[in-house]
């Protein structure tokens, strides 16, 4: 079974910081993504990721940045963190080439800024 | 274009009662819409897919209905059950990109 691992399930930081969410994947797929989900909105993409140090800016990028230094690891950072970041994130990963693979999902990181 | 509309926001059905999630597309290049089950605390799973050279595929109680021309799909929830109690997402992508245009979502309730 594909296995996403993200690094904490809940998070509570202050406005201004700098956040790192992280985000592990165990099956060696070559495409990530981050999305934040909130209530009556869905899933929206914030970035992902082809290929190791490849970033793509998906619908919401505003506020973050990624990193992809290796395969298996994809990172959320938000710069500067603000009130309305706080958010449900949710880390994918899928095998690259068709598109008619599903995405595997974390279980997500609930984050709060102050 | 890129949008998938999704109805009902919310759902209450009594346990053994069929589930209906409708969902309605735009861009004619979408090939593959899988739909997502969420329980709380939890990422999304895939549940059930399907690609548009077929009308219906049913794994268990779950079915999806797809009609091409008019570019509207839908996931058939048979016998539903408490436990059935999810938020469910439909999903689109096209061949030619990586991403997914997901639906906002529809949260069943199934009353025991």
């Known amino acids: 079974d594909v296995k996403v691992t993200q690094s904490s399930r809940y998070l509570v930081k202050r406005t201004g910081e700098k956040v790192f969410l992280e985000c592990v994947q165990d099956?060696?797929?070559?495409?990530m993504f981050w999305y934040r989900q909130d209530p009556g909105l869905g899933l929206r993409l914030i970035y992902f990721s082809y290929d190791v140090k490849m970033k793509e800016k998906g619908d919401i990028p505003e506020g973050y940045s990624v990193s992809r230094e290796k395969k298996e690891r994809f990172s959320l950072i938000l710069e500067s963190a603000s009130t309305n970041q706080t958010s449900m994130y949710l880390c994918?990963?899928?095998?690259?080439?068709?598109?008619?693979?599903?995405?595997?999902f974390g279980d997500g990181t609930r984050l709060s800024i102050l | 274009q890129q949008q998938v509309k999704q109805s009902p926001q919310s759902l209450i059905v009594q346990k053994g009662g069929i589930s209906i999630i409708n969902c309605a597309y735009e861009n004619t290049a979408f090939d593959y819409f899988p739909w997502y089950q969420q329980f709380p605390g939890k990422g999304p799973a895939l549940l059930i897919a399907?690609?548009?050279?077929?009308s219906e595929k049913k794994e268990g109680r779950f079915t999806i209905s797809f009609n091409k021309s008019a570019k509207q799909f839908s996931l058939h929830i048979m016998d539903s059950q408490p436990g059935d109690s999810a938020t469910y997402f439909c999903a689109a992508s096209a061949n030619y990109g990586q991403n997914f245009v997901f639906g906002p979502g529809t949260r069943l309730s199934v009353l025991p």
């Open positions: 994918a990963s899928r095998t690259g080439g068709s598109s008619n693979q599903p995405q595997h």
């Open positions: 399907i690609r548009p050279d077929v």
């Open positions: 099956m060696d797929h070559e495409n």
